[in-house]
């Protein structure tokens, strides 16, 4: 995905000369082509990702449009209050793109990991908050968020995120997109995680269920609309995120749906609330968090769900 | 006027707002009046009467605490009437004890938490260097707000793209919130610091206006950016306030308020 980040961007630059990249020291070659004509408005920041934040604010005050890019821990938690102030309070038009976000970089530990950065960029006002699943989604979404002229934060993914969109359909953000219509049971996945709600879709297809699943791109702010409509149309609500199960994608859904009269039954599943360690691969961190089909299936059946 | 009756005025204003508002930080306060006096008279190209000039040259407060300060800089220097400064830190005032976004025109940005205004500035400076505007900027910070990591990042950052346009200015008056800054943290050899940073160092007193005004009008031709260190006096003005540290948080009683008048030759 964040080759797909450094193309679009390079592409939108070449029209739009208010567009710039702050970069926290990370991406070798990836941003070479921008820079092949527009090396000035491809800055290294140096691996100083708090000033990075405050930098870009102040270029937003003076007319530009920057992007913020490095690993999420670095520039989601590191820097939160640089965020805060500087780019949400004073609602400067900055985009915060954390990439190889969640379990991405499962095997560099903890350190690398960011389970709770939709937690703290949804807490902030003024803050957007778009987690696409791969590769499509943010080319569809990332012109829109230049048009939204806002804060952003836009979390992306590392590389070779599996597509997950049949055909190219028009996505809108703020609006959920509905891959597959169902009944009864909505799966609403958010981020990198969507093969993972896909293959709970076709598990629950075998045992004769008829799941809607939804890609909810845009945690902040929440689709309403569909959330209105879903309350009424099913059951069972789960939730799927790379992300600690409180604060995130799963809460803002429950939250809402919570206050509704006569919501569905919630199932949200996500990392749990511990620290994911000594993993090989972002398959095996998912396991140890219990981010598995027959898991999440288990969980189901206890709750009779199947 | 002088710019020293200038600088006189603010301070008693400062006082009395501060002893009328209950509003705190007067010593904060009194010891960068001659810098403000000195930027906003003397260095600075602005327009008070058409405040959003994109021409014009930009203030940034890194010291929050201080933000009466600079309120009562911009009211004396024509940007609105000084008697809207006893609205200070009321509700729904526009004079927020630090500066927020609903503050008055000629406050450029937030401030309150320290560290972010050199970050702040040296972005908005490396976006007018982009578009070839002659904009200059200037930072006030504390000593105890050096003390935060992010100003040496942007140090480093606005040194390495050569910042010319770029000016920070140390109020450096000793003492922050609970006690010597000398001895609460490393900071001297204070310029040797910023230079070693890869910054044009100067050090002047703080309270000399003549001083200040040269400083400040040789950083404009200087090729990278410059940092003037200036010594300073927390409570600058007022005998009994001077280098005593309660006036961080002390607020004066009307009596304190008419020594203080008496002391700055106020009529």
């Known amino acids: 995905m964040r080759n797909a980040f450094a193309r679009v961007l390079t592409e939108l630059a070449k029209d739009d000369e208010s567009l710039l990249l702050f970069y926290a020291d990370i991406g070798n070659r990836l941003f070479n082509p921008l820079k092949e004509f527009a090396e000035e408005r491809a800055i290294n920041a140096g691996i100083a990702e708090a000033n990075m934040a405050s930098m870009a604010a102040g270029s937003a005050m003076m007319g530009h449009k920057p992007f913020i890019y490095t690993i999420t821990p670095f520039t989601t938690s590191r820097n939160f209050e640089q965020i805060k102030i500087d780019i949400a309070y004073q609602n400067q038009p900055v985009i915060i793109v954390g990439t190889g976000s969640g379990l991405s970089y499962a095997n560099l530990g903890p350190t690398h990991h960011s389970f709770e950065d939709i937690a703290l960029m949804r807490a902030l006002p003024n803050m957007h908050v778009i987690c696409p699943a791969d590769a499509y989604e943010l080319e569809q979404l990332m012109p829109q968020l230049i048009e939204l002229n806002a804060p952003c934060y836009f979390r992306i993914g590392k590389k070779n995120e599996p597509a997950v969109h049949e055909g190219n359909p028009a996505l809108t953000f703020g609006k959920v997109h509905v891959m597959r219509p169902g009944e009864r049971i909505a799966v609403l996945s958010t981020g990198t995680i969507m093969p993972l709600a896909q293959a709970l879709v076709s598990e629950l297809t075998e045992h004769g269920l008829s799941p809607e699943l939804v890609s909810f791109h845009t945690v902040k702010p929440l689709d309403e609309a569909y959330l209105n409509d879903a309350i009424t149309r099913f059951d069972h609500v789960i939730t799927l995120e790379e992300h600690n199960v409180s604060g995130g994608f799963g809460s803002a859904v429950l939250e809402y749906v919570s206050e509704q009269e006569n919501g569905p039954r919630m199932h949200r599943f996500g990392i749990p609330d511990r620290f994911i360690d000594q993993v090989h691969s972002t398959a095996d961190a998912r396991a140890k968090a219990g981010l598995t089909v027959p898991d999440i299936m288990s969980t189901l059946s206890e709750r009779g769900v199947v | ?267």
Not at chain 2, 45 to 52: D, Q
Not at chain 2, 89 to 109: C, K, L, R, W, Y
Request: charged share 20%; aromatic share 8%.
């Open chain 2, 1 to 267: 006027m002088t710019l020293n009756s200038i600088a006189a005025q603010i301070r008693y204003t400062l006082c009395d707002v501060s002893s009328q508002t209950k509003t705190p930080h007067l010593g904060s306060c009194l010891s960068c009046v001659d810098i403000l006096t000195v930027l906003y008279w003397r260095t600075m190209h602005i327009t008070p009467n058409n405040p959003a000039n994109p021409e014009r040259d930009y203030f940034l407060l890194g010291k929050g605490h201080a933000a009466s300060a600079l309120y009562t800089t911009l009211a004396y220097r024509d940007y609105f009437s000084p008697t809207a400064l006893y609205e200070h830190g009321q509700t729904d005032s526009q004079f927020e004890e630090h500066p927020g976004i609903h503050a008055p025109a000629g406050v450029e940005t937030v401030s309150g938490s320290l560290g972010h205004a050199l970050s702040l500035a040296t972005g908005m400076a490396l976006s007018k260097q982009l578009q070839g505007a002659k904009n200059r900027f200037y930072v006030l910070m504390g000593d105890g707000e050096i003390n935060e990591g992010t100003v040496w990042e942007a140090a480093m950052f606005a040194a390495g793209k050569r910042l010319s346009n770029l000016v920070a200015i140390v109020d450096f008056n000793k003492l922050q919130g609970t006690g010597e800054s000398t001895e609460i943290m490393h900071l001297e050899p204070l310029e040797e610091k910023w230079r070693a940073f890869g910054w044009h160092t100067m050090r002047v007193d703080g309270h000399d206006i003549d001083a200040l005004e040269q400083a400040l009008e040789t950083a404009k031709s200087i090729p990278q950016p410059v940092c003037i260190v200036a010594d300073t006096v927390k409570g600058k003005g007022v005998s009994f306030m001077e280098n005593d540290n309660n006036w961080h948080y002390r607020i004066p009683t009307e009596e304190e308020v008419a020594q203080a008048k008496q002391e700055l030759g106020i009529s």
